[in-house]
């Protein structure tokens, strides 16, 4: 007797993904050789105002509610395009992108240097974080279309994270070290720095994408941008009172913007984030690892320069060769981390970073209060947990892409490396926010130090638990 023929169930509405188109002819070594250099390029120039906050400040007469802002127009370009332009590129080209964002980059590194108040260099800071963050958006997917799966790509990811640790290391001692003769000088160098970078890129690089059918998804990218904005901004004011009407209002609105975004990308045919993502543990340890990055490393790391300046008495450049022994040591790691492949799953050694950072950060309490004496017992605590902390960087920056890459489809690696770097940059805005707040009132700086200490114990936490169902 015939079976009965069933109905097919429906099928979920989604865009058809054609195979990532790469040249046949690409090119691994340089491909990295590239996009790790940009990528420096790009992190100097995000960590360059660290040490140099208060020479910029003077030089611009920025009053204190203001200053934060000088260290936030980075974080809020970034964290406003990444998962747009990461989305994008997989759709229309990964070089196409990143040479536009390394030509945007050395352009508005160059309207850095030439402003002369605060708002105006904000701007251009802004300008520089939306260039940056086609730089960090593309590279991880041109590497995936360069090198195949497996221990290459693995260790490829690995040397691109420690060029993330060697671009935050050079940047404050290179504007420590040029801001003795014009803090602008750093603009115009790291300028003409990108500006190379894309001559090398355009002779180099190889077309790589994996075009999806369907319009692209405009309406998402707009509400997208609004709902980063709002709440970046919203961050930024809340350092001057959490209370105030705009802090509320824009708060509301990022909410709001948000929940029309996935509304909007449930409808789209080809959405920026498959919502399906926002259900997958690996894809959610990757956006958690990089939002408490943000937040328990990068927000104190960032204001770190400053407090060491008041604390201990230090030149823009001493603190610099201070920080770098933390972004140095970061580097090292994170080259090195590649050995722990297939012995340690990129979520523990989220785990084992966060835990070392807070390790290190805990033993500076009581040494970084303002009119400390930079006596012996000072110095034997600050370079041991500098150190320490600096290891657990290490891990952290090689872990994160590795995961952002692994816990999405192959053809849709720069929208994983921009959803991973925006959670990074929107927590980074919103440490540096709170970092400050809390170290400029009654709290100090030991409040600041324990406010990461506790962020970095909660995000242990959180990437332990967030472990893949079997």
């Avoid at 603190?319 to 580097?331: I, N, R, V």
Wanted: charged residues 10%; aromatic residues 6%; proline residues 7%.
């Amino acid at each position: 007797m015939p079976q009965p023929v069933r109905p097919r169930p429906p099928q979920p509405r989604s865009a058809p993904i054609h195979p990532p188109r790469s040249s046949p002819r690409s090119r691994p070594g340089p491909t990295l050789a590239i996009t790790s250099a940009a990528t420096a390029v790009a992190l100097m120039n995000y960590t360059s105002p660290m040490t140099t906050v208060p020479g910029i400040s003077a030089a611009l007469a920025t009053p204190p509610s203001e200053q934060a802002w000088l260290l936030n127009g980075t974080p809020l370009g970034l964290a406003a395009v990444l998962l747009v332009v990461g989305s994008l590129a997989d759709d229309y080209g990964r070089r196409r992108l990143f040479l536009l964002g390394t030509l945007a980059l050395g352009l508005t590194a160059g309207l850095g240097a030439l402003t002369t108040d605060t708002l105006t260099f904000t701007l251009a800071r802004v300008a520089q974080g939306a260039a940056s963050a086609a730089i960090l958006a593309t590279s991880l997917g041109l590497l995936v279309g360069a090198f195949p799966a497996g221990a290459a790509r693995i260790r490829a990811t690995g040397i691109w994270g420690a060029f993330v640790s060697a671009g935050i290391a050079l940047g404050p001692l290179l504007a420590g070290s040029l801001g003795s003769v014009d803090w602008r000088l750093t603009y115009v160098v790291l300028g003409l720095a990108a500006l190379l970078t894309a001559a090398f890129a355009f002779r180099t690089l190889d077309e790589s994408r994996a075009p999806r059918e369907g319009r692209p998804d405009l309406a998402g990218a707009a509400v997208l941008g609004l709902a980063m904005t709002a709440l970046l901004t919203a961050l930024t004011l809340g350092r001057d009172g959490w209370l105030r009407a705009p802090v509320g209002l824009l708060l509301l609105a990022s909410l709001v913007l948000a929940c029309l975004f996935l509304a909007v990308e449930r409808r789209a045919a080809a959405p920026l984030i498959d919502p399906a993502l926002l259900h997958s543990r690996p894809f959610l340890a990757s956006a958690a690892g990089g939002l408490f990055t943000g937040l328990a490393v990068i927000g104190l790391f960032s204001y770190l320069p400053t407090l060491l300046q008041r604390a201990l008495g230090l030149s823009a450049l001493g603190s610099a060769w201070l920080f770098l022994l933390w972004s140095g040591t970061a580097f090292v790691v994170a080259l090195q981390a590649r050995r722990l492949t297939g012995r340690v799953a990129p979520r523990h050694q989220l785990a084992a970073g966060f835990s070392l950072h807070a390790v290190g950060v805990v033993s500076l309490l009581g040494s970084l209060d303002a009119g400390a004496h930079p006596g012996a017992a000072v110095w034997l605590r600050l370079i041991p947990a500098l150190v320490v902390s600096g290891a657990g960087s290490g891990l952290l920056n090689a872990a994160l892409p590795r995961l952002a890459i692994e816990s999405v489809p192959p053809e849709r690696a720069a929208m994983g490396s921009g959803a991973n770097n925006t959670a990074r940059y929107i927590g980074s805005s919103a440490g540096v926010a709170v970092t400050i707040a809390v170290a400029t009132t009654g709290s100090g700086a030991d409040g600041a130090l324990l406010l990461s200490v506790g962020l970095a114990l909660v995000a242990t936490v959180s990437v332990l638990l967030l472990r893949e169902r079997t």
